[in-house]
C-alpha cells in the first residue's frame, strides 16, 4: 500500500487542529466559570458588608444616650456609616475596591465598639444614678411620713398637754341666804333670799399655769333671765352675760371657792322656781348647778 506523504500532512495539521481548538475550548470554559464564580464570590461579599453597613446604622438608631458628646460623636459614625454604605452601592465590585471597603468597615466597627462601650458605661452609670435617686426619693418620702407622723404626735401631745392643763372643778353648790340682824342664814324662801351663794371646788393640777384666774358666775331665773345682771364680756366670738366676777390666786393644788351674788333692788323679791348658774373660766364652762326657791 503506497501513503501519500502530503495527505499525511493534512490529517496532522487538522488534527493538531482539533486538539488545539478542544483545548482553547476547555480552557475558555474553564476561565468564564472562574471568572464568574469570582464575579459572585465578590457580589456575595458586597452584599455581605453591605448587610453589616446596614445593621451597623439601625444599631445607632437603637442608642439612646443623654450625653451630648457622645451623642454628636454617634451622629458622626453614623453619618460616616451612611456614606460608606451609599459608596459601595454606586462602585462597581473587583477585589481592590471591595478590599478597601472592608477595611472601611473594620475601622468603622473598632470606632463603634469604643463608643458603644462608652454608651454602657454612661448608661450604666445612669442606672446606678436613677437606683440612687429613687433610693434617695424614697428616703425623703419615708423621712416626710416619718416628719408628718411626728408632727401629728406632737399636735395630739400639745392638744392632750392643753387638755389636761386645763382647770377642771367639781361639787358645785348653791344655796339661798337672806339676811338677819346682819348675818347671812339660809333660806329657801324667794321672798326672803336676798343673796345666792354659789361653791366650787377647783381641783388639783400640776400641769395648770399657777396664778390669778378669773371666774365668772351666771345665774338665770325662772324667766330666763340674769339674775345681779354685772354686763358682759366677749370671748372672740362668744358673749358672756355673768352676775359675778371672782379672782383667784390658783397654786396648782385644791381651793374650795364661794361667792355672794347679790340680787339687784329691782329684782327682790325674787321669783319662785328653779334657779340655774353656770361657772365659766374665760369662755369654758367647769360646770353648773341650780337651787329651788319656793
Avoid: W
Avoid at 34 to 54: D, R, Y
Amino acid at each position: 500500500m503506497i501513503v501519500n506523504p502530503q495527505l499525511l500532512n493534512y490529517r496532522l495539521i487538522i488534527g493538531s487542529l482539533i486538539i488545539a481548538v478542544a483545548v482553547l475550548t476547555v480552557y475558555s470554559f474553564t476561565s468564564y466559570k472562574s471568572i464568574a464564580t469570582h464575579q459572585q464570590f465578590l457580589e456575595q461579599e458586597k452584599k455581605l458588608v453591605e448587610s453589616e453597613l446596614s445593621q451597623m446604622i439601625a444599631s445607632y438608631d437603637d442608642v439612646s444616650i443623654s450625653n451630648n458628646l457622645i451623642s454628636s460623636q454617634l451622629e458622626d459614625a453614623k453619618r460616616a456609616t451612611k456614606l460608606t454604605l451609599d459608596s459601595l452601592r454606586i462602585l462597581r465590585s473587583d477585589l481592590s475596591v471591595l478590599s478597601k471597603f472592608k477595611q472601611q468597615l473594620f475601622n468603622l466597627k473598632l470606632k463603634n465598639k469604643t463608643l458603644f462601650k462608652t454608651v454602657d458605661s454612661l448608661n450604666e452609670v445612669n442606672k446606678d444614678l436613677e437606683r440612687e435617686k429613687l433610693l434617695a426619693n424614697s428616703e425623703l418620702i419615708k423621712q416626710q411620713l416619718e416628719n408628718s407622723t411626728l408632727v401629728q404626735k406632737n399636735k395630739n401631745l400639745n392638744k392632750t398637754l392643753e387638755k389636761g392643763a386645763l382647770l377642771t372643778a367639781n361639787s358645785f353648790k348653791a344655796k339661798g341666804f337672806e339676811t338677819f340682824f346682819g348675818n347671812k342664814r339660809f333660806s329657801s324662801k324667794a321672798k326672803r333670799v336676798e343673796t345666792i351663794e354659789v361653791c366650787f371646788i377647783l381641783a388639783e393640777n400640776s400641769l395648770t399655769e399657777a396664778g390669778a384666774k378669773d371666774f365668772y358666775i351666771q345665774i338665770v331665773n325662772p324667766k330666763n333671765n340674769v339674775v345681779a345682771d354685772k354686763g358682759s364680756i366677749n370671748f372672740g366670738e362668744s358673749t358672756l352675760i355673768y352676775s359675778a366676777k371672782e379672782i383667784v390666786n390658783y397654786n396648782n393644788n385644791v381651793v374650795e371657792v364661794c361667792i355672794d351674788v347679790d340680787a339687784d333692788i329691782n329684782e327682790k323679791p325674787l321669783e319662785q322656781g328653779n334657779y340655774y348658774i353656770s361657772i365659766f373660766h374665760k369662755d369654758r364652762k367647769l360646770g353648773s348647778t341650780q337651787v329651788n326657791l319656793n
